[in-house]
């Protein structure tokens, strides 16, 4: 089982950034992959980026160019650095983690809203 705590959400205005961070505590030794998830209000909730332990990164290509993810595996957390973000970018932002047995869990997300 493995807990995560997200923070660093808020309002910011378009074109702005914002960092994530999500603190991960737990069995870490069976994560694979931490990663970021996003759902806009009436969406589904949709990947944004993931990272694994020897830090392979995948994005969304919506983001690609705007979003960094990064990983401190001393301190078992996983940031998301968010620039130039566009109103569309509005969502709760959820962190997650996948195991070697295919469970993923789930942070209890952070709302980040663009304004325009």
């Known amino acids: 089982q493995v807990q995560l705590l997200e923070s660093g959400g808020g309002l910011v205005q378009a074109g702005g950034s914002l960092r994530l961070s999500c603190a991960a505590s737990?069995?870490?030794?069976?994560?694979?992959?931490l990663g970021w998830y996003r759902q806009a209000a009436g969406k589904q909730r949709e990947l944004v980026a993931t990272?694994?332990?020897?830090?392979?990164?995948n994005y969304a290509d919506s983001v690609k160019g705007r979003f960094t993810i990064s990983r401190d595996n001393a301190k078992n957390t996983v940031y998301l650095q968010m620039n130039s973000l566009k109103p569309e970018d509005t969502a709760v932002y959820y962190c997650?983690?996948?195991?070697?047995?295919?469970?993923?869990?789930w942070g209890q997300g952070t709302q980040v809203t663009v304004s325009s």
């Open positions: 737990g069995r870490m030794a069976s994560i694979v992959a």
């Open positions: 990272i694994t332990p020897v830090g392979r990164m």
């Open positions: 997650n983690a996948f195991n070697n047995i295919g469970f993923s869990s």
